[in-house]
Structure formats: C-alpha cells, structure tokens
C-alpha cells in the first residue's frame, strides 16, 4: 500500500499475490501463511471502514480511508478461499500535460475535447476494465469553468474533481437487515433538486442510466458519464440494455431517439498489450438511421505493430470530416480549425 507505483493489488486465495505497476501484471513472492490468516487480513480491512464479513454477508465492496477501493470475497461465494483486490487511489493525480506524455491521446485531440467541454456537450467514456475511464473522466472536469455547480454521484467515489463548487454523493448497500440501500437512480433525483449545471456520473451500470439521459436532455447539458464496453457501438448497445433495466417497458426505437439526441460525443478508452491507455476513438453521434444509432469516427487510434521491447506502436489519425456541431462550437467562443481533424500523429 505505501508503493507508489502499484496501481492494483490481487491477492487470490493465500498462495497468490499481484500487483499491477505501470499497467503490467506481475506475480509478487508475497504468501500469507493460510487462508485464515488471509481472512484475518481482510476482517481487519473491512471493519476500519465500519463494514463486516463473514458467511452471511460474504462480499464487500468498500472504500478505504485513503480512496482506495476494496473488493473482498471469501466462501462459500468463493470456491478456493478468500481472494481480496484494492485498487489504489493515486496520491498524485494525472494532469492534462502527463496524459500527453504518456502518449495517452494527441494535443489536437485534447484542444477538441477541451472545446466540447465548455460547450456543454453530453459526452459518454466508455471502455474495458482497468482502461482508464474515470482518470479520462477526471481530466476532462479539468476543463470545466470554475463558475459552474458540478454534482457528482458514484457507488465508490473515486472523482477527484478539482473545483469549489462540487456536490459529492455515494450510495450507500444495505445494512446487515438488507435494508438501508440508497441506489444511484436516488441520489440522481436528488441531485436534480440541487440545481447542478452538469452532473458527472462515475459510471452506469443500471436503470440510472435512463435517468441520466431523462437529466441530459432537460436542462443539464454538458454531463459526463462512463460505460464498460469494448467499442462506441458496443456502448449505446449497453446503455440501452441499462435503460431497459428500468422496467418502464419502453420501447428500443424510443430509447434510442433518446440516446441519439442526448448523447453528442463518446470518447473510447483502451489498455493495450503493453499496459499503456490510449483514447482509441472520439466519436460523435449523428442521429438514428434505420432505427440504429450512427456514430461517426472524428479521431482513430490505429495500432501498426509492437516494436522489439514489447511497446505498441501505432498512429492517432483525424477521420477528414468536421463534425456536424462545430458551428455549435464556435457560436460559444470556440472556434476550431478544420486542419486538426485531418492530423496524423505516430507514437511508439
């Protein structure tokens, strides 16, 4: 925990221990001595922030003092012992100038999304596990005018929004009478009633996602939330899986006029085999055709090879055509020059 450069520890059952550091997974010579000792190790985690584990409630998930998440599991949910996980809460956060040193994504890719930002743009990050969706979301709060009331809700809080004027909401399971469970669709109603400019949603992973787009559409533009999914198409397919877990019965074509006419932009985050993260697409969303939704590719990450020590090598290209709301864009005071949609940058 005192390493700073381990991003993840995985701990599964007492004969194994990894970590991840600089987005490599890599087995550890750590060994607890048996499960039980392991257990020991996790009640002890768990009780410091108020939370319990034991057989009748055999999964916690949790966040520690320092910000750091932590999932525990043990049997009879876990067949060959307790396995434990925390993701570290970075003490230093990334800024805009290490996501470009780090190859992350381009300067004309960076002035665009900055741009979309201040316009209030609704915009969805989507990517796998481990992708880098919520650091992606924390530097674009960086472009956010300070005058604007942002409210944020997450089932672990992990934002780390750099303004004055922010509202942080988590939600909270249900206690040990499986009663007392506050959902994220609660706390989005009630962030509606504190009068935000935007809402930022750590990520959707249920029916909140309708009310997330009800709040895009009815005077809260520029929100932002993330996804799991593996592509931009892949990610309106999963937020119209999460509406339909609403239970209103709505019907697809409606769900998806919703989605095409709130969501302006989705920005896709990929980890790649040598542990790097990389914007792969900055996508627009240009309306409904034959009832599905299109997205148009502004910019495209394209992986060309891996050199010798194992480091992708690739190119981040602009797709050539504008997007339909750069009129939208310069009418706010932020014009942009069509030459960076039509920019190659190589890295690696």
Request: charged share 25%; hydrophobic share 40%; with cysteine.
């Amino acid at each position: 925990m005192k390493d700073q450069t381990i991003s993840d520890i995985l701990v599964n059952t007492h004969k194994y221990v990894y970590v991840e550091r600089h987005g490599k997974l890599v087995e550890t010579g750590i060994r607890f001595q048996t499960d039980r000792h392991l257990l020991h190790i996790i009640e002890k985690i768990v009780s410091s922030v108020g939370r319990r584990i034991d057989e009748s409630v055999p999964l916690v998930d949790a966040r520690l003092p320092d910000g750091s998440r932590v999932n525990a599991i043990i049997p009879p949910l876990a067949v060959d012992g307790p396995s434990l996980s925390i993701r570290r809460f970075g003490r230093k956060l990334l800024t805009n100038d290490d996501l470009l040193r780090n190859g992350t994504l381009t300067p004309s890719i960076m002035t665009f999304l900055s741009a979309c930002v201040q316009a209030r743009l609704n915009i969805v990050i989507s990517g796998g596990t481990g992708s880098g969706k919520t650091t992606f979301l924390n530097c674009l709060s960086r472009f956010i005018p300070e005058h604007e009331r942002v409210v944020t809700i997450e089932d672990t809080a992990e934002l780390q929004i750099q303004l004055e004027d922010v509202v942080r909401m988590e939600t909270r399971p249900t206690n040990i009478e499986g009663k007392g469970a506050i959902t994220q669709r609660q706390l989005l109603m009630t962030a509606l009633r504190l009068r935000p400019d935007r809402i930022l949603l750590g990520e959707a992973r249920g029916g909140e996602a309708l009310d997330m787009l009800q709040a895009m559409g009815t005077g809260v533009e520029g929100s932002m939330t993330t996804v799991h999914a593996n592509s931009p198409a892949d990610a309106f397919n999963r937020l119209e899986t999460m509406v339909m877990m609403a239970k209103l019965d709505l019907p697809s074509r409606f769900i998806r006029q919703q989605m095409a006419s709130v969501v302006h932009l989705l920005v896709q985050t990929s980890r790649l085999s040598d542990g790097t993260r990389k914007v792969t697409h900055v996508s627009e969303v240009a309306g409904l055709t034959d009832f599905h939704i299109h997205v148009r590719h502004i910019f495209v990450f394209e992986q060309t090879g891996v050199a010798d020590n194992g480091r992708v090598q690739g190119r981040f290209r602009g797709a050539g055509a504008s997007p339909e709301f750069l009129e939208r864009l310069r009418v706010s005071g932020l014009p942009l020059s069509p030459k960076i949609f039509e920019e190659v940058v190589t890295v690696g």
